[in-house]
């Protein structure tokens, strides 16, 4: 017979709080350690291995890994009033504006590029983009699409 449906706690609480103020409210010690059925040979063990490797439930009013925050030291963090770490490179260094290399120092592709770039793959598939615009019942933005690939095309 099947065993689903609903179960009474032997011994029920009220009701749970929120976050880490709740609690067990089917009265029973934890989640138990499960066996894997018709587990090939070897997976048996290592599923149980799985299980162990870590507590299955918290003790009452313990903290999980999310509400304890982040753990571990930060490694690269420099305090707020330490000297530099790179006393010959002005502040402004990496800005469009100021002393010291610009945006162009990361090797990206300008602006002009990047448009060029989109009007070649764009004329691939402005065929394809006048066939719906023509369509009867087609939307305005699919025609504008249309206009704005020509214009990039013929910008080029």
């Known amino acids: 017979m099947a065993s689903g449906g609903y179960r009474k706690p032997s011994q029920p609480a009220p009701a749970s709080g929120p976050g880490r ?3 067990r409210t089917d009265g029973g ?3 138990k350690q499960r066996d894997l059925p018709n587990a090939g040979y070897g997976e048996g063990q290592d599923f149980s291995q799985i299980q162990s490797g870590a507590p299955l439930n918290l003790a009452p009013g ?3 890994p999310s509400a304890s925050g982040p753990t571990g030291s930060p490694v690269d963090v420099v305090p707020f009033g330490s000297p530099s770490m790179r006393p ?3 502040v402004t260094a990496g800005a469009p504006l100021g002393d010291g290399m610009g945006p162009e120092g990361l090797g990206l592709p300008s602006s002009a590029e990047l448009q ?3 009007a070649a793959s764009l004329l691939n598939a402005l065929p394809v983009w006048e066939y ?3 369509m009867p019942g ?3 933005s699919t025609r504008a699409i249309v206009r704005r690939i020509k214009a990039l095309v013929s910008g080029m």
Do not use: I, T, V, Y
């Open 29 to 31: 010690p934890g989640q």
């Open 132 to 134: 719906l615009a023509n």
């Open 21 to 23: 103020l709740s609690r």
């Open 116 to 118: 060029q770039q989109d």
């Open 88 to 90: 010959g490179e002005p």
């Open 138 to 140: 087609s939307a305005p």
């Open 62 to 64: 313990a903290l999980g």
